[in-house]
């Protein structure tokens, strides 16, 4: 007990106060957790209301002034955003929380959680009333970011392109016109032209908008996508953008730019785009109350594809076209440097050389000059131009950055048929004009498209490929004939080559000058040896691939086909033989080409057909034109082509002996051909033309025919007898010098009232379109040509006694109908020469709406053209002649030769 000891513990002031404080807290987080959870959700609801009044008010605001919302204001509604989040998830635990705890304040069942909890609610009613507090603004938006404030971009040199810059800006400066498209191949240039117009719009001083954007749209782009990049430029996108619709999207664009006066530079467009759903203001629109700038706003946009230009309503389209020999080859020198080209007294010649192969497009010109830049011998420049002229391919620079960038237009070819199409025009030589019939032909008979009912079908299947290659800029139109660009070609044939990994599956040797290697021809799919220089083919080439052979000659001296050179060629399809003069006989071995489908000798100097080509039973082509040699065709031969569904024979043999030996026994052959849809055929004498009428079948195949007097008959010819050649649309009569007239006749008689001349005209030459006259010296006119309401091209020369083209005499009472057939309705090219008499076309002004150009040449007496002020509206006519002519031409009237006088120029 003694050990036991008392302490005693003074309670002083402070430790009462800070117990007393803490008791406090409690029963004011715990005790009043109830009325702190009402107060929260009466005070967040308020916030909430006061946020949506905000942001509806911000928004009508941004819509109708297109100005910005304040930072201050975006702050405050995020924050509201932020905590309206927090108060529901504190909100959430509330039942859970009360039923933890008693009605005494000192009596909780989980006393650390509840007070944690009621500290956690009364602090967020705090946070809300705080917040609410700060949510009372007078401003809400301001001005935006400067959006017309741009900068400089950079560019390559525009060397050659000023004329094509200021053609442009001849545009941009016509407030008339609203959207400009600028089209063309891949790496001719368009980008560098927007570039500069961009630049210089966004500098000049004498041209003032509002707002310079410039928008790269590319391959696949998306409406959004646009709309945001649009947005961004604009200075409109904030958070509250990305959660719009796009409609939303639209119609804030369109409200802020059809305030403004803009320029919109699209760049690279590949699909069309609808403006409207973009939200771009359409600049064409005449100016309203509503849309005061729109009208001097400007769109201008570049493409590869020329469709896209009228798919986006551009009031102006323009091609940018690759450069002039003389402005390539000074962008090359500039890429090159002079160091270079100086290194060597060779190296100027030779780099014009590989300047050339680049063929004006700048894209080549600027890689390959830099490529060039550190060769400085002769002979890696004498290197550079075989590998160039031969297998561009193997160009490493073209292969890494020129094909690449060319591919995108392959790529966006719709389908494999047009894309296969597109890779079968590189078989061609550099710069060969491809007839477009030739191609149908090429690419029936190597069954590129599905097998067609006629000819007719295949062809607009054909029209309608080749338009798509145009459009993608792949292919240049010349008439009734393609081109393809060099480059471009050399990008189609790495292409064809499965980009460089299987080289020998297309042979393209072009202008060969030696032996061909044929061993090569193992693998190949295709070769093609046009224009080479050999003399003969002696080996046997074991190709069991090969589909198609060009052999096309020109000025090649190949004379000798050996007997077993086609022997091993069982897929072979296509054979071209043409313009090889020197071949006068066919192999033998062409037997052995059992699924050969087309087979053009035309201008060879075959003079008979073997009787082993009989074994070519799937021929569906057979082309014999200007084979002037050929006098022998066996019986039986043409007949064992049941397949055959085109022959040509214009100028075949130099008589018309073939067809008529054997009592004509070629002709009934030719009329059993049950797939015959196209003929063409010279008729040498008016005998043989009444025999050839009797074939009436024949006769509806014939689609050229070639008139001509080779026998000196004296006669008149009775046009209206050609009238049952539904399908001829193009007519030739040359050297007739005994025919004394070209008579029109119907049933018999001449036409004397109006009702024969509708007949006529319903039922004669619906699918006329080309003719040429040419020394027929006793003809007087070609009023007959009133019947070929389709018409295109007309040409007329040396004929010394015509007086007119068409007589209205001639017609005597039903002349005065004339004037309603519109016989030159369709014309697009009248050609008129060495015509000494000609006094007149027609007797008074007709309409031309096609009309492209005329030509006249040696017409002394013609002093009055068919033309008024209204005769070529809406058409660029070329009136081409000596000026001694045309000074002393007559004009209907003043407005006429005002119309006219432009057009004219000198040859």
């Known amino acids: 007990m003694g050990n036991m000891f008392s302490v005693s513990i003074p309670c002083d002031h402070t430790a009462n106060f800070c117990c007393w404080g803490f008791l406090s807290q409690q029963a004011k987080y715990i005790g009043k957790l109830g009325v702190n959870l009402e107060a929260l959700d009466r005070s967040s609801q308020e916030l909430i209301a ?133 089209y063309g191949m891949g790496g001719v240039g368009k980008t560098t032209l927007l570039t500069k117009i961009h630049n210089d719009l966004a500098f000049s001083t004498s041209y003032h908008f509002d707002l310079v954007l410039w928008i790269v749209v590319s391959k696949d782009h998306k409406l959004e996508i646009l709309q945001d990049k649009i947005g961004e430029k604009l200075g409109i996108v904030n958070d509250k953008w990305k959660h719009k619709e796009p409609h939303e999207k639209a119609q804030h664009i369109f409200k802020f730019l059809s305030e403004k006066k803009f320029v919109l530079l699209l760049d690279d467009i590949w699909e069309p785009i609808e403006m409207i759903k973009v939200g771009i203001p359409n600049p064409a629109i005449p100016d309203t109350a509503d849309n005061k700038k729109s009208k001097k706003s400007k769109i201008i946009f570049t493409t590869r594809l020329e469709h896209i230009c009228s798919c986006m309503d551009a009031q102006i389209k323009i091609k940018v076209r690759c450069l002039m020999p003389n402005q390539a080859w000074t962008l090359f020198q500039e890429k090159v440097g002079k160091e270079t080209l100086q290194s060597h007294p060779d190296i100027p010649a030779l780099a014009q050389v590989v300047a050339n192969e680049c063929d004006g497009l700048p894209l080549a010109s600027i890689t390959v000059g830099q490529a060039m830049t550190c060769k400085k011998t002769p002979h890696e420049w004498n290197h550079a131009i075989r590998v160039l002229k031969e297998s561009a391919s193997e160009f490493s620079i073209m292969v890494d950055k020129v094909f690449p960038h060319l591919k995108f237009s392959y790529d966006n070819l719709p389908s494999e048929t047009i894309k296969s199409c597109f890779l079968y025009c590189a078989l061609f030589p550099e710069d060969f004009r491809m007839s477009k019939d030739d191609l149908l032909y090429f690419w029936m008979c190597e069954e590129m498209f599905e097998e067609y009912v006629n000819v007719d079908v295949a062809k607009n299947e054909t029209y309608h490929i080749i338009g798509t290659l145009l459009s993608a800029c792949l292919l240049e139109e010349e008439g009734n004939f393609v081109k393809m660009h060099d480059v471009i070609r050399d990008m189609a044939l790495w292409l064809a080559c499965d980009c460089g990994k299987e080289n020998e599956s297309i042979l393209v040797h072009a202008g060969l000058q030696g032996t061909p290697h044929v061993k090569k021809w193992k693998n190949a799919k295709r070769v093609s040896l046009v224009g080479s220089h050999f003399k003969s083919l002696v080996e046997t080439p074991k190709s069991p691939n090969l589909l198609s052979l060009f052999l096309r000659g020109g000025k090649g001296p190949l004379n000798m086909i050996a007997d077993g050179f086609f022997d091993h060629m069982p897929t072979l399809r296509v054979l071209d033989l043409s313009e090889n003069l020197n071949i006068t006989k066919l192999p033998s071995g062409i037997s052995n080409l059992i699924s050969l489908q087309h087979l053009n000798l035309s201008r060879t100097g075959v003079r008979e057909l073997p009787i082993e080509l009989k074994a070519c039973v799937r021929l569906k082509y057979l082309d014999l034109e200007h084979t002037d040699q050929l006098d022998f065709v066996p019986q039986n031969i043409i007949s064992s082509f049941p397949m055959l569904k085109v022959l040509r024979m214009l100028a075949c043999s130099s008589s018309d002996r073939i067809l008529v030996d054997g009592e004509g026994a070629l002709m009934e052959e030719m009329r059993d051909l049950e797939y015959l849809d196209v003929l063409t055929l010279s008729v040498r004498s008016s005998s043989f033309l009444q025999k050839l009428i009797g074939f009436y079948k024949l006769v509806t195949r014939i689609r050229t025919l070639q008139l001509s007097d080779g026998k000196n008959e004296a006669s008149f010819l009775d046009i209206s007898s050609l009238v049952d050649m539904k399908h001829l649309d193009t007519l030739y009569i040359r050297d007739t010098p005994n025919w004394k007239q070209l008579e029109v006749h119907w049933a018999g008689r001449a036409p004397n009232d109006p009702w024969d001349l509708l007949m006529i005209q319903q039922n004669c030459f619906l699918c006329l379109q080309f003719i040429e006259v040419s020394r027929c010296p006793n003809l007087t006119d070609m009023t007959w040509l009133i019947f070929a309401p389709n018409l295109s091209h007309l040409r007329v020369d040396a004929c010394n006694d015509i007086e007119k083209i068409i007589d209205l005499e001639r017609l005597g009472g039903v002349g005065n109908v004339v004037q309603e057939l519109n016989p030159f309705g369709k014309l697009t090219i009248l050609i008129l020469s060495m015509l000494p008499r000609l006094s007149s076309i027609h007797d008074s002004p007709l309409p031309f709406p096609y009309l492209k150009e005329i030509k006249v040449v040696a017409c002394p007496v013609l002093r009055k053209l068919p033309l008024n002020s209204t005769s070529a509206e809406g058409s660029n006519i070329v009136i081409r002649g000596h000026e001694a002519w045309w000074s002393f031409l007559e004009w209907e009237d003043e407005d006429a030769q005002n119309v006219f006088l432009p057009c004219f120029r000198h040859g």
């Open 50 to 182: 006061l946020k949506n009044d905000l942001v509806r008010r911000v928004e009508v605001s941004e819509l109708q002034t297109s100005m910005m919302r304040l930072d201050q204001v975006q702050l405050w509604i995020k924050k509201a955003e932020t905590l309206e989040t927090r108060v529901r998830e504190v909100q959430n635990c509330a039942d859970r929380e009360i039923q933890k705890s008693c009605s005494g304040v000192y009596c909780s069942k989980n006393y650390f959680p509840s007070y944690k909890y009621g500290k956690k609610v009364f602090k967020m009613l705090v946070e809300v009333d705080a917040l609410k507090s700060k949510g009372s603004f007078e401003e809400v938006v301001t001005e935006s970011l400067p959006v017309g404030v741009v900068y400089e971009m950079p560019t390559e040199p525009t060397v050659g392109m000023e004329s094509m810059f200021e053609q442009v800006w001849r545009h941009v400066e016509d407030e008339q016109v609203g959207t400009i498209g600028l």
